[in-house]
């Protein structure tokens, strides 16, 4: 059963990068059997795909944010990474890591989020 | 990209009764590449349907999934209380892999 925590600052500046890790446990973050997901969530609002990691390092992004973000993995730590730049305060939002069982790229293990707030 | 579109937004129901609701998207989905989640107040989302039918490990059999193509259906047989939460359709065999915008089950 995979676990997954996610953290990181709870307060970023505007036009700062955030940056977020989440650490997988129960599951072996290199062994190729995983999708790892980044998924976001305005408060009172819906779901927004942020993007995934294939562990052979392949990736793909929501073309709404593709200019700003990057996932990757860190697999001697059992990590994986979200970082955005510039964000502004339409980047606040509860911040999901999540897994997939491979080769669907859905969510089928979460974290319990994390609030991420933009302000100066 | 997949725009899914769900129906009703809001709906209102007692406990015992049948729910349906409803995903539309605005191409085909391909294989079927369909999931629905629920999610709580203060709660992550929880897998309830992937592939369109089948259910994910541990969710009760009343709920059920069916569609293929654009339209797709998530129909709870006989709703419980912990049932009343928020549905959410997500299609991930196209990248991005968009979510709906939601439908609020709401006790009436």
């Known amino acids: 059963q995979v676990q997954l925590q996610e953290s990181g600052p709870g307060l970023v500046k505007p036009s700062q990068t955030l940056s977020l890790t989440c650490t997988v446990s129960?599951?072996?973050?290199?062994?190729?059997?995983?999708?790892w997901t980044w998924i976001r969530q305005p408060a009172g609002k819906g779901l927004e795909w942020i993007g995934r990691l294939y562990t052979s390092g392949s990736t793909n992004y929501n073309p709404s944010l593709r200019s700003r973000v990057t996932i990757s993995v860190d697999t001697s730590k059992s990590q994986f990474s979200l970082k955005l730049t510039s964000v502004t305060a339409a980047d606040t939002a509860v911040y999901y890591c999540a897994a997939g069982v491979y080769p669907f790229p859905l969510s089928e293990y979460w974290g319990q989020g994390t609030l991420v707030t933009v302000s100066s | 990209e997949i725009v899914l579109t769900q129906s009703p937004g809001t709906l209102s129901l007692s406990p015992g009764e049948r729910a349906t609701l409803s995903c539309r998207a605005s191409q085909s989905v391909s294989s079927s590449y369909l999931a629905w989640y629920q999610q709580k107040p203060g709660q992550a989302p929880r897998l309830l349907i992937y592939?369109?039918?089948s259910r994910a490990t541990g969710i009760p059999d009343r709920f059920s999934g069916s569609g293929s193509g654009t339209d797709f259906t998530l129909t709870i047989s006989r709703l419980e209380p912990e049932d009343f939460a928020v549905y959410y359709c997500q299609q991930y065999g196209s990248s991005p892999y968009t979510f709906g915008q939601g439908t609020k089950l709401e006790t009436k």
């Open positions: 592939g369109a039918s």
């Open positions: 129960g599951g072996s973050i290199s062994s190729g059997s995983y999708y």
